[in-house]
């Protein structure tokens, strides 16, 4: 009996231990799932305009264009609320951010800013590399061999702007984290200046610069002091452009994780031994003077302030300038322009549509290309940014032609930006406010950009202390750079009120009370990491 009892008692407490050792093995598995659900799947949000973007899921996503959260997030928040994996993340490869630490590159380092790129096709890349078997068919059909330039060698024998033009891709025009885009920028602000030109198109003054190797430039020169904001009685159309706002628009574009702006860098030329010397447009020549103080100016031919009263003016020869790299030519690589649905009125008086029918979107929601594919989200992405920056000129965008409609939308011509950090245009945002659209990708990074460790204003300091205009004075004042502060803050409550005033768009999940948001387009590769997931 006893040794039954006992015999049953060890039994019984053999397999309380089995039973304890089970219930711990199995948490330890659901601990260890978890993790790594959580990798997988918390960092599945990409712009599509890389090429990170998967080309083949353009169409599922175009089927179904807005997302339907389905509560894979689990808790009661909706996507809005959710907190974006945040500075916290210890999952293997990601860093904590360390306070004193680099703010710039713990973001780019962040899971939203490395997302998974799919393999490109090859008619993903705008231009391609000749290879031997071309230059075999070439010569079979007699076709005109390639001036100087050796197409076949190997790529880093290129020059950095020819090896930024064959990185441009249907989704981006650089990838970010490429050591080419220092190189490029180093090539255009360092190298020697071999003739200068005006640009044609457009309205103000704008030089063309050629470097050795082919390499060329668009320089647009300072014209009033950085600090001085814009007087509040003038148009943004009579604006002067601003060769700080070039420079800043492709570092804030690059910190937004677009890369739709080709790489822009400061430099410090000499307004003679660099332009009147090496000069050979006779026209701009001839608008050289000495002004009354001894400084070298000149005022170019152009339809907006290229006078004697407007003159560019060296102190008394240095001149800074802003140097955009320069895209494909147009014979290689043609480029559409495309007016901006939102484009204002350019009148003292007039109003446009969109400024008086609330429901602009809805009809431009309807039209091609906007109807399909991210086009829509892209001009959300694209407001987003002018509002960040203070941009009403964006009168146009273009795109590569090659690519047809699936593809990004080049951010060109950003001079007029960051003129007022005083005031805020609520209307550069109508086209969020009207279509309650925003790429799911976008709205992660904003609000991780909106929390302390990745701040908007300190990553856009740290990344614009990197131009070699920096060391003179910061390329924007602190009260610019907390304006993006602010108006950060205003976009996230613009999305916000979106879902207030169209609830009816949200639907409870009466089981499981999730909200179903009809918010936010989603990624193509969002898409494809929720099927992993
Ligand atoms: N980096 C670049 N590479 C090639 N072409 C460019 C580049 N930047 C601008 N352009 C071309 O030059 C044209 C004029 O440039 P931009 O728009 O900056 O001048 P603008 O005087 O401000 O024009 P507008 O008065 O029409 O606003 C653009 O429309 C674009 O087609
Ligand atoms: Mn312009």
Same mark, same amino acid.
């Given at each position: 009996m006893l040794r039954r009892s006992v015999g049953g008692r060890s039994t019984r407490s053999i397999c309380l231990v089995l039973a304890c050792l089970s219930l711990a093995l199995h948490i330890l598995l659901a601990?260890?799932?978890?993790? $790594?659900?959580?990798?997988?799947? #918390?960092?599945?949000?990409?712009?599509?305009?890389?090429?990170?973007?998967?080309?083949?899921?353009?169409?599922?996503q175009t089927k179904s264009s807005v997302i339907i959260s389905n509560g894979i997030f689990a808790n009661?928040?909706?996507?809005?609320?959710?907190?974006?994996?945040?500075?916290?993340?210890?999952?293997?490869?990601?860093?904590? $951010?360390? /306070?004193?630490?680099?703010?710039?590159?713990?973001?780019?380092?962040?899971?939203?800013?490395?997302?998974?790129?799919?393999?490109?096709?090859?008619?993903?890349?705008?231009l391609r590399v000749k290879n031997s078997e071309d230059e075999e068919e070439e010569r079979d059909t007699g076709g005109e061999e390639e001036e100087d330039?050796?197409?076949?060698?190997?790529?880093?024998?290129?020059? /950095?702007?020819?090896?930024?033009?064959?990185?441009?891709?249907?989704?981006?025009?650089?990838?970010?984290?490429?050591?080419?885009?220092?190189? #490029? @920028?180093?090539?255009?602000?360092?190298?020697?200046?071999?003739? $200068? #030109?005006?640009?044609?198109g457009g309205t103000q003054l704008k030089l063309l610069m050629s470097f050795p190797n082919?390499?060329?430039?668009?320089?647009?020169?300072?014209?009033? @002091?950085?600090?001085?904001?814009?007087?509040?009685?003038?148009?943004?159309?009579?604006?002067?452009?601003?060769?700080?706002?070039?420079?800043?628009?492709?570092?804030?574009?690059?910190?937004?994780?677009f890369q739709r702006i080709p790489p822009v860098v400061g430099r410090l030329v000499d307004v003679v031994s660099e332009i009147k010397d090496v000069t050979t447009d006779k026209k701009l020549l001839?608008?050289?003077?000495?002004? /009354? $103080?001894?400084? @070298?100016?000149?005022?170019?031919?152009?339809?907006?302030?290229?006078?004697?009263?407007?003159? #560019?003016?060296?102190?008394?020869?240095?001149l800074e300038v802003s140097l955009a790299t320069m895209l494909p030519d147009l014979t290689l690589a043609p480029r559409r322009s495309w007016r901006s649905p939102w484009r204002r009125s350019y009148s003292r008086t007039k109003l446009a549509q969109w400024e008086k029918d609330p429901a602009f979107c809805d009809g431009v929601k309807q039209t091609p290309p906007y109807d399909e594919g991210t086009r829509l989200v892209d001009l959300m992405d694209m407001a987003v940014l002018d509002f960040l920056m203070g941009n009403m000129d964006r009168h146009h965008?273009?795109?590569?032609?090659?690519?047809?409609n699936k593809t990004f939308m080049l951010h060109l011509d950003n001079g007029r930006a960051f003129g007022r950090h005083s005031r805020d245009e609520p209307s550069i945002l109508a086209p969020l406010r009207q279509c309650c659209r925003i790429r799911r990708s976008t709205l992660l990074r904003l609000r991780l950009m909106s929390r302390p460790g990745f701040r908007l204003s300190d990553v856009m300091r740290e990344s614009l202390d990197r131009d070699p205009l920096a060391v003179i004075q910061p390329l924007l004042s602190e009260a610019h750079l907390s304006a993006l502060d602010r108006r950060l803050a205003m976009v996230l409550q613009v999305l916000h009120t979106c879902q207030d005033l169209h609830d009816d768009r949200f639907q409870w999940?009466?089981?499981?009370?999730?909200?179903?948001?009809?918010?936010?387009?989603?990624?193509?590769?969002d898409i494809t990491q929720r099927k992993r997931c």
């Open positions: 601990i260890f799932c978890l993790s $790594v659900l959580q990798t997988a799947c #918390v960092p599945p949000h990409s712009s599509s305009s890389s090429p990170l973007h998967d080309p083949g899921s353009t169409s599922r009661n928040a909706t996507e809005w609320e959710k907190e974006p994996t945040g500075d916290k993340i210890s999952t293997k490869g990601m860093r904590e $951010v360390d /306070p004193g630490g680099s703010k710039l590159e713990a973001l780019f380092s962040h899971p939203l800013y490395n997302l998974q790129r799919p393999e490109m096709q090859e008619d993903d890349w705008l330039t050796n197409w076949t060698v190997a790529a880093e024998t290129h020059p /950095p702007w020819l090896r930024f033009h064959l990185g441009i891709s249907r989704w981006e025009l650089y990838h970010r984290t490429d050591p080419l885009l220092d190189q #490029v @920028t180093h090539y255009i602000s360092t190298q020697r200046i071999l003739n $200068v #030109v005006q640009k044609r082919h390499g060329e430039a668009l320089l647009k020169p300072m014209r009033q @002091t950085r600090d001085a904001e814009t007087d509040v009685n003038l148009f943004y159309f009579s604006d002067f452009e601003r060769h700080n706002a070039e420079i800043s628009a492709f570092h804030l574009d690059r910190i937004l994780g001839r608008t050289f003077f000495t002004s /009354p $103080v001894g400084n @070298t100016c000149f005022y170019g031919q152009c339809e907006y302030y290229c006078s004697t009263e407007n003159p #560019v003016c060296g102190g008394p020869l240095a965008y273009e795109t590569f032609e090659k690519f047809g999940d009466s089981s499981t009370h999730f909200r179903v948001g009809l918010l936010m387009i989603r990624d193509s590769n």
